[in-house]
Structures are given as structure tokens and as C-alpha cells.
């Protein structure tokens, strides 16, 4: 007798196996259902990764790392290259890295006689020297002017005049540390194409930077040396414009000076 089923009964018993919830053949080969387990769950993982903000996109080029640019380095190259100080101008112009530079009107480079045997290192320009784009040009310059009239000095002839940052900090506020860090190579390379035989380092930001000292009112009037040059702190003209009896002091500095220039 031949065992195979006949159609209907064959048809009864998958209408039977369909009703009580079979939905599922038997496989010929051995299911792992733990490996189906652990692929999905791969499967999630990498589908979550695609989607995280900045992630590649399937296929796409493997982003190259980012490159951390140090802006002290970048000043520190361009200011070296710089073989005069129109050179040094236009890379100072073309330096990047400075946020200052979005918000002035006019890079601040400087005023005066180049090589002259006095430089004055102020600290940055103020509304007057942004508009004018020369350092020393508002009321504090205008008094720094009569101070040097007082010993028969002037920038006209015989002072070079420039600032530790060549634009404007915003609302006059203070140079901050980072600013003045990436700044100090060119100012380092503006001094050695001047070649002054001294250099006046006018108010705190002066001497911060080139004497890593604060604190103008107890460094005024003692020579000390900055850049391998003689150097003489003195108070900023603004501050005697608001401390009149400081005048006292700055004339005593300012014959100093003139003393001194009289050995050189």
C-alpha cells in the first residue's frame, strides 16, 4: 500500500497545522538562533552609529583628522620672514588669527622716524588711533607729544612710535593673554628691523609683555633691559590724564631718559 497521502488529506492537515498557528516550515538545516540574536543586535549598533550628528555616510571617504592650528607659530613664522618693516606690515595685515582684527577699522602699525635711537611701545589703539589707524593720536597722544617736547624729543624727528597690538581691543577693554601671545612675534620682529638704541615701554600691557612684570606704578623710572635693549618704564599718558599728581613722577622719568640718551 502506498504510504504517501492523498491530497485531501494532505490539504486537512496544513488547514489544521494553520489554524492552531503554525507560520513557519521546518528548515532542511540546523537554525543558530543565537547567532540571529547577535546579528540583529550588530546590525542596531552599527544603524545607531550612521546616525550619530557628524557620522560618514555609507560609502563616503574617511574624513581626514582635524589639524589644530597654533596661532603664536603661524605669527612666529610670518613675523621671521619678514625682512623690512614694510614686509612686516603686510604680514601683519595678512595674519588671520587674531579676532581683533574683525572689529577694527585699521591695523595700527606705526607713526614716527623708523631708526630713530627712541621707540615707544605703547599697548593698543583706542577709538582715535582705530579711525586714524597711527598710534598716540588722541588726548593721551597729545599729551604724550608735550611730554616729549619737554626734552626736546618728537616723533616727527626723533621717536618711532608703535603699540603691542595693532587693532583695537572692543569698548578699550584689556589685551587678553591669548591676544597678546600671538601679537608679541611680530612686535619682537618690529623692534629688531627698528633697531632702537633703547626702547620706553609706556604702561601695564608694555611691560607685561616685554618684561613678563605688572604693576607700571612700581616699575616707572628704574631702567632694566627688554629684547637685549636699555629700557625704561614709564606711566601711560591716559593715566596722568586722570592722576594728575603722577606728572611729578613721569618728569623725573622723562629726564631720565634724556640723561640717559646723552651716553649713548
Excluded at 560618514?56 to 607659530?73: K, L
Excluded at 614716527?112 to 582705530?130: C, K, T
Excluded at 606704578?217 to 614709564?234: N, S, Y
Aim: aromatic share 4%; proline share 7%; glycine share 6%.
Amino acid at each position: 500500500m502506498d504510504s504517501a497521502l492523498d491530497w485531501h488529506s494532505a490539504k486537512a492537515m496544513l488547514e489544521w497545522q494553520i489554524e492552531i498557528g503554525v507560520d513557519e516550515a521546518i528548515s532542511d538545516r540546523p537554525v543558530d538562533r543565537f547567532a540571529h540574536e547577535q546579528a540583529l543586535r550588530e546590525a542596531a549598533r552599527e544603524r545607531a552609529e550612521r546616525q550619530k550628528p557628524g557620522a560618514a555616510s555609507p560609502g563616503a571617504a574617511p574624513r581626514a583628522p582635524r589639524v589644530e592650528v597654533d596661532p603664536v607659530a603661524v605669527a612666529r613664522a610670518a613675523a621671521t620672514a619678514a625682512t623690512d618693516l614694510d614686509a612686516l606690515r603686510a604680514a601683519m595685515g595678512a595674519f588671520e588669527h587674531c579676532e581683533l582684527k574683525r572689529g577694527a577699522r585699521n591695523l595700527v602699525f606705526c607713526d614716527g622716524q623708523p631708526g630713530a635711537r627712541v621707540m615707544i611701545v605703547g599697548e593698543a589703539p583706542g577709538r582715535d588711533e582705530d579711525r586714524i589707524g597711527r598710534p598716540f593720536v588722541g588726548k593721551a597722544g597729545q599729551l604724550l607729544d608735550k611730554m616729549l617736547a619737554a626734552i626736546d624729543l618728537s616723533r616727527e624727528e626723533s621717536v618711532y612710535i608703535t603699540n603691542v597690538l595693532p587693532w583695537r581691543p572692543p569698548q578699550n577693554r584689556d589685551p587678553r593673554p591669548e591676544e597678546i601671545a600671538m601679537m608679541k612675534p611680530f612686535l619682537e620682529r618690529h623692534i629688531a628691523l627698528a633697531d632702537p638704541a633703547l626702547l620706553v615701554i609706556v604702561g601695564n600691557i608694555s611691560a607685561q609683555t616685554l618684561l613678563g612684570k605688572r604693576g607700571i606704578t612700581r616699575l616707572r623710572g628704574t631702567w632694566t633691559e627688554a629684547l637685549g635693549r636699555p629700557a625704561l618704564p614709564i606711566l601711560h599718558p591716559a593715566y596722568l590724564l586722570r592722576q594728575n599728581e603722577a606728572k611729578r613722577d613721569t618728569w623725573a622719568d622723562l629726564l631720565s631718559l634724556k640723561a640717559r640718551l646723552k651716553t649713548l
